[in-house]
């Protein structure tokens, strides 16, 4: 038997993180903290393959098997640096107004592979 299943996702999105493991205390309304923002395009592809056998007979059954997972994704991140008054309404300029910090762009593939045995054994009943 062969199975094959494939993922194919992409998405872009814009993520922001609140660091405020550096920022002096005691914090008040007027603490501003580093804000780390992200506008990130991924892309992926994973086509995943499962092959197997059974071998039975009435006491005893067996399963061999492979799986098959190759990957490709790809990944363009701009990297914005900001800061946000901690006080629960202040609001940060949209990432369209504000120049990139940096940027990340990577190219992944994978392949994994995995093989896999199986049995079942019903013993005698006396």
Known sequence: MVSIDTLVWNSDSIRGFIDAGDTPQPWTTRTGA??????????????????????????????????VLPGDAVAACLRYGQRL???????????????????????DRRRFVGVYTQSRYEPRTL
């Open 34 to 67: 580093d804000l780390e923002s992200f506008k990130q395009s991924l892309g992926l592809h994973e086509p995943f393959v499962d092959s197997h056998a059974t071998l039975s007979d009435k006491k005893a059954e067996l399963t061999a098997g492979v799986n």
């Open 85 to 107: 008054l901690i006080d629960g309404v202040s609001q940060v300029p949209g990432t369209e107004s504000v120049n990139a910090k940096g940027t990340v762009d990577f190219t």
